[in-house]
């Protein structure tokens, strides 16, 4: 694990007597060492979600969540119709069956705000999604071919 030196601000904040002890609970829940630790991990989350919205040509990574019905007609042709047409944004992807012909899952996703936002818009228009969920963060992915569009040297063996 590595340790960065970083300069901390101090925040004092005024909290509902209710919330309070929710907070102090999710802390307790989690096995935190102390309230700093959920609050800036809310912050991240809020900050976020705040780029999505605001600044639509920065640049974001995260997950879509899905639960959908599979047996309403041709909704698991039409999600990976929805992927292809993103195919630059929409890097992978995990399924599970779930009971009840529902199905999760999950895509690994990196782009503009504005093109995971479009893509998220179109899944939730196939008949059959149930929930759907968008989880970004400013962090990216590592870049896996050069940006002149050529591609990294493979190591290895030949394919």
């Known amino acids: 694990m590595t340790t960065e030196s970083t300069s901390l601000a101090r925040l ?8 309070f ?9 989690r096995g935190l060492p102390s309230r700093s630790g959920l609050i ?11 780029e999505a919205f605001t600044r639509p040509d920065k640049m974001l990574a995260g997950t879509v969540t899905l639960v959908y019905r599979g047996d309403r007609g041709r909704v698991r ?3 990976a119709q ?8 929409v890097i992978s992807s995990q399924h599970v069956f779930l009971e009840d012909d529902q199905s999760l ?9 504005v093109r995971l936002k479009s893509l998220c818009d179109a899944l939730r228009r196939v008949r059959g999604v149930q929930q759907l969920q968008l989880v970004t963060t400013t962090s990216l992915l590592p ?4 940006q002149d569009g050529a591609a990294a040297p493979l190591t290895g063996a030949a394919a």
């Open 12 to 19: 004092s904040m005024s909290l509902p007597a209710d919330l």
């Open 21 to 29: 002890r929710q907070l102090d609970t999710m802390v307790e829940e």
């Open 40 to 50: 800036a991990e809310l912050i991240r989350h809020a900050l976020a979600e705040h």
């Open 77 to 79: 042709h039409q999600l």
């Open 82 to 89: 929805m992927q292809a047409d993103y195919l630059k944004e």
């Open 105 to 113: 899952e999950v895509l690994l996703v990196q782009g503009p705000a």
């Open 143 to 146: 870049p896996l071919h050069e």
